[in-house]
T-cell receptor, first 113, second 113 residues
Framework: AQSVTQLDSQVPVFEEAPVELRCNYSSSVSVYLFWYVQYPNQGLQLLLKYLSGSTLVKGINGFEAEFNKSQTSFHLRKPSVHISDTAEYFCAVSAITGNQFYFGTGTSLTVIP | GAGVSQSPRYKVTKRGQDVALRCDPISGHVSLYWYRQALGQGPEFLTYFNYEAQQDKSGLPNDRFSAERPEGSISTLTIQRTEQRDSAMYRC???????????FGPGTRLLVL
């Protein structure tokens, strides 16, 4: 089975500052990796995903993530955050041969004006 | 359809009652997933279907939980003899195929008194 660890449960950051949300995964097989965002009172929305190819993945709203196989990480970054980025962010992993998704416990990003 | 829909959005029930939660996936999506999300946690896999076939129910916590998707479209998650520990957000997601991006519904918040 796979597992995901999101090391930071809460990340406060000032508006227009850069941010990195950390995600590490564990798996004995090759995986797909995902970042989802959950705005208050809404469902989860896909930000970006890594399936294969380039290890730097760009997603919506200016977010990007880099897959690092040697460090088993898939950290999410944004060079300049906006107030509207305040939300809960979930990292998820799925084996390329499987169908189950395993989610981390989430990181609450709060952008401070 | 426009997106994944779930009903009811909120359900309050008394301990010992049965509840049925409905998920209407995006039209044409083959795979349908059920998750449970406790407060402050990431979604936890319960079960998933390809068409009408239940492929994996390893995440269902006990035999009080069951799910069906009889015509390969709408799915119902049923919890019998509810207990207070069943209180959580129950989320449904669908995807074109098993390894594609999952699209999440808004969830059903269940409160067992």
């Amino acid at each position: 089975a796979q597992s995901v660890t999101q090391l930071d449960s809460q990340v406060p950051v000032f508006e227009e500052a850069p941010v990195e949300l950390r995600c590490n995964y564990s798996s004995s097989v090759s995986v797909y990796l995902f970042w989802y965002v959950q705005y208050p009172n809404q469902g989860l929305q896909l930000l970006l995903k890594y399936l294969s190819g380039s290890t730097l993945v760009k997603g919506i709203n200016g977010f990007e993530a880099e897959f690092n196989k040697s460090q088993t990480s898939f950290h999410l970054r944004k060079p300049s955050v906006h107030i509207s980025d305040t939300a809960e962010y979930f990292c998820a992993v799925s084996a390329i041969t499987g169908n189950q998704f395993y989610f981390g416990t989430g990181t609450s990003l709060t952008v401070i004006p | 359809g426009a997106g994944v829909s779930q009903s009811p959005r909120y359900k309050v029930t008394k301990r010992g009652q049965d509840v049925a939660l409905r998920c209407d996936p995006i039209s044409g999506h083959v795979s349908l997933y059920w998750y449970r999300q406790a407060l402050g946690q990431g979604p936890e896999f319960l079960t998933y279907f390809n068409y009408e076939a239940q492929q994996d129910k390893s995440g269902l916590p006990n035999d009080r939980f069951s799910a069906e998707r009889p015509e390969g479209s709408i799915s119902t998650l049923t919890i019998q003899r509810t207990e207070q520990r069943d209180s959580a957000m129950y989320r449904c997601a669908s995807s074109k195929t098993g390894r594609e991006t999952q699209y999440f519904g808004p969830g059903t918040r269940l409160l067992v008194l």
